[in-house]
């Protein structure tokens, strides 16, 4: 068998357990820093008498970090490998968090913000894509939502965090404590190999079987062939020749220009929704007249209902589908989202602020399955890192949007929230028009399908 088929059949194993470990602390940690910021941004606005427009600033700054560094990050992944990219970004990204505790003003936090935000958006295409190509295709969907389940407990953690210490010990301690995962770098660089379906898309076909055999071996399964085989040989030619680098205009080539569209159509509005509601809402619990401390408690119950949320998704999207469970979930939280807006007893705001984080979190578990199974190997980090990128215009917008309703225009949370609500309607229609069903075919299937 090709080396791709063997990754492909693989039985579940310790490696695989490792691999989603590894990837999803760093993922964890990556959620904990947008956490930490959004719970700070209130303390902010009354330390340093901001405006709602500034603090949208403060949210917007870092998504363009974001953009960048998933579209620079994500084609230099499809160049010099994606563990070394993985890991680069990761040290980036902490040792800004930690920076932005030493911000003397508004600007210099802007700064750190835009690099912490590089660091992040460069982390996560790259991520899932190397996990992606290691996890067998019975399991792929599953593998691929809990690496994104992780963020849930980076919010989590990041609740728990602001909680305990903003209060007591001020801001500034909080993204110190967000500058150390830069020391898990260390464990990570032993852990993870680097992608072989990679190594094969560059003609480096004895370390791409090497690995390959040495996850046979952990997985109690016997590799008949330690030599290139003559089929192994032609792949490896084809590889090279056909697609020894990715380009950018491959995304908009007919075979791929639909899946293009589809993706950069989805992740926008899930980012716009996303960083819209979540960047926000310590902030907009307070303008709804609660304390600090509720605000902070509000959300950390809220951000408990993303786990669940996260392993449905993890349960469906390899039962019914990754096109039908992404559309409940996203209708889903546009319902709830429209119902919180409206809200106004600490009774009703909790009910649909759950309700409303099980469904995001969870679709955002499908989108990050999802797009890399839609591009073939040599463009599948380029692929999804644009998807991402230009995702990260709608993160982007979404708090400077937030911050002019209420700063310049005085709207309320109701109006705020039903625009979420109108741009999720958008995103399921996307879905429903332009999305294929992806479940239970390998990743060169899918890539030969076009």
């Known amino acids: 068998m090709k080396i791709s088929e063997r990754l492909e059949q693989l039985p579940i194993s310790r490696f695989h357990y490792v691999l ?99 660091g992040l958006g460069g982390q996560l295409p790259v991520a899932v894509t190397l996990v992606s190509e290691f996890s067998p295709v019975k399991h792929r969907g599953k593998f691929l939502v809990l690496l994104e389940s992780f963020w849930a407990f980076g919010w989590l953690l990041a609740s728990i965090i602001s909680y305990l210490i903003i209060p007591k010990f001020g801001w500034p301690i909080a993204f110190f404590i967000g500058f150390l995962p830069a020391l898990y770098v260390l464990f990570l660089w032993r852990s993870i190999p680097e992608s072989p379906r990679y190594l094969l898309s560059k003609g480096r076909m004895q370390e791409a079987e090497a690995i390959v055999v040495k996850i046979e071996e952990e997985c109690n399964v016997s590799s008949s062939k330690k030599r290139l085989s003559e089929t192994e040989t032609k792949e490896l030619a084809e590889s090279v020749t056909q697609s020894n680098q990715a380009k950018f205009k491959e995304l908009f080539s007919p075979a791929f220009l639909r899946r293009t569209i589809f993706l950069w159509l989805l992740w926008f509005g899930i980012v716009f929704s996303y960083y819209g509601i979540f960047t926000w809402l310590p902030s907009l619990l307070a303008l709804k007249g609660f304390s600090l401390t509720k605000s902070f408690s509000y959300v950390m119950i809220m ?136 479940k239970g075919q390998s990743l060169e299937k899918l890539a030969s399908e076009q």
């Open 303 to 438: 951000t408990l209902a993303q786990i669940p949320g996260y392993f449905s998704a993890a349960y469906f999207v390899d039962k019914i589908g990754r096109k039908t469970t992404l559309a409940l979930y996203v209708a889903g939280t546009a319902i709830t989202a429209y119902f919180f807006g409206q809200g106004v007893t600490a009774a009703a705001i909790l009910i649909s602020g759950s309700l409303m984080s099980f469904f995001n979190l969870g679709a955002w578990g499908i989108i990050y399955t999802y797009t890399p199974e839609l591009y073939p190997t040599h463009a599948r980090a380029t692929g999804s890192g644009w998807a991402a990128g230009f995702g990260r215009i709608g993160g982007i917008l979404a708090p400077l949007v937030v911050g002019d309703m209420i700063g310049k225009f005085h709207l309320g949370t109701g109006s705020v929230f039903g625009l979420f609500t109108l741009v999720l309607i958008v995103v399921v229609l996307d879905v429903v028009i332009l999305g294929e069903e992806t």
């Open 20 to 118: 989603l470990i590894t990837a999803g602390l760093g993922w964890m940690f990556d959620s904990m820093d947008t956490g930490i910021v959004s719970f700070i941004l209130p303390v902010l606005m009354k330390e340093w008498h901001l405006s709602p427009e500034q603090i949208g600033n403060i949210g917007s700054i870092g998504l363009l970090g974001m953009a960048l560094g998933a579209v620079i990050s994500g084609t230099i992944a499809d160049r010099i490998g994606r563990k070394k990219v993985f890991a680069f970004t990761l040290v980036a990204y902490s040792i800004a968090t930690g920076l932005c505790g030493l911000s003397w003003n508004l600007t210099s936090l802007l700064v750190f913000r835009f690099i912490v935000g590089f």
